[in-house]
Each structure stands twice: as C-alpha cells, then as structure tokens.
C-alpha cells in the first residue's frame, strides 16, 4: 500500500526554534491531516486542511495545502519541550472509489534539546 | 466523554495463541480502522470497516481477523498465522464522509 514520503525522517532541533516538516504525495489528495503521536499514545489530530493552498493555524502551529494538492507543510514555531514526538502527515482522496481510507506518511520524528 | 477506546493497552500472549484486541466508540461514527505501527514506522492499516456487518482488507491484512456486529465495536483478532504479531495496534474511527480520523490509545502485543 501506498505510503506518503515525509521528510525529515527526524529532527533535532534547539528549544526556540522553528520547525518545519513536509509530505509529498504522487496522488491528488483533497483533504490533508497532521497528527502528533507522544511515546506509547495513539496520534492525535492537530490540523485538518480542506483546500489547495489553504493556510491553517492552532497556536504555534501552521499548516498548509499545497497547490498541486499533492504535498503539504507543517510549521512549529518557537518550539518547546513538549513539542517532542512523531508527527504524522495523512492524506485522503477522493471519498467515491475506495478513497475514503486515509493514506499515512512515515513520519518526522522531532526532539528538542533545552 | 465521548471517545476511542483500546483494551488492554499492554497485552502478551505466548507464540501460537490467538488473541482479540479491544476497540469500542460512542462517538457514534460509521467507520473504523486497525492500523499496525512498528518501532520507528508509519501506520499500515490492517482492517477496515465502513458500515456495520461490512468489513474490507486493508494492506496487511494476513493472519489478522475482525468483525464488526455492532456499530460502537470492531474487535481485532491477531491470529497464529502472523508471523510477526509484536507491534503496536491502533484503532481508529471517523464520519463515514469526514476525513478527520481519532484515534485510541493503542495496545502494544507482544508475542513471547
């Protein structure tokens, strides 16, 4: 089955800084989904994007649709302790065909050092 | 509160034994999903079921078993024919047209 391409793969990074992360797709998605995953806990969703070129916000985090509806972005600013874990990128296609399942990336793994 | 819940969250079972996992909803949602997560992998779905007493493979479905009578539950049975069941199983659930999936807290199996 299909996987998205995440990259980076991990991220190590200083507390304060921004972040940044991808997810390309060879597949039209029309609905992108960002979710953090802590140690030993199920993903929970951060952002939904339902629009090419849509720009979305919660709090210091920042995602967006990508024009070619095939890749999107996920911003942390001024990162914090807290902001360690795996991110996950997840795309859907169209809801007709089968495309109601949600395809998942491979996910960035970020560690922020004090 | 209305919500995804896994039981148990840690589970061990001998080689050989076949074992159910635990998911139930009251969020009052059509589908639901079984993904398996590995140390350091994505998620790879497993099972999934879009309406009650209907059920499709997913990626990996060998060697795994679900079923799906009532709306709030889809059980997931990892069966002696998986080769590899230690992983980290998720089950998640949504609006059959929504898109935005929530997730359970997981149960990790581990196979001695």
């Known amino acids: 089955g299909q996987q998205l391409n995440q990259s980076p793969q991990s991220m190590f990074i200083q507390e304060g800084e921004d972040v940044s992360m991808n997810c390309t797709s060879s597949?039209?998605?029309?609905?992108w989904l960002w979710y953090k995953q802590d140690p030993g806990e199920g993903p929970v969703l951060l952002i939904a994007?339902?629009?090419?070129?849509e720009l979305t916000s919660n709090g210091r985090l920042t995602a967006q649709f990508g024009i070619t509806r095939k890749d999107s972005f996920l911003n942390i600013s001024a990162s914090i302790p807290s902001d360690v874990g795996i991110y996950f990128c997840a795309g859907r296609g169209a809801v007709t065909g089968g495309g109601n399942k949600l395809t998942f990336g491979t996910g960035t793994q970020l560690k922020v050092e004090l | 509160d209305g919500g995804i819940t896994q039981s148990p969250k840690y589970l061990f079972r001998k080689e050989g034994q076949n074992v159910t996992l635990s998911c139930e909803q009251n969020l009052n949602h059509d589908a639901m999903y079984w993904y398996r997560q590995d140390p350091g992998q994505g998620l790879r779905l497993i099972y999934y079921s879009q309406i009650v007493n209907d059920f499709q493979k997913g990626d990996i479905a060998e060697g795994y078993s679900v079923s799906r009578e009532k709306k709030e539950s889809f059980p997931l049975t990892v069966t002696s024919a998986q080769k590899n069941p230690t992983a980290f199983y998720l089950c998640a659930s949504k609006q059959d047209t929504g898109a935005e999936a929530f997730f359970g807290q997981g149960t990790r199996l581990t196979v001695v």
């Open positions: 994007l339902y629009k090419a070129g």
């Open positions: 597949s039209i998605f029309n609905t």
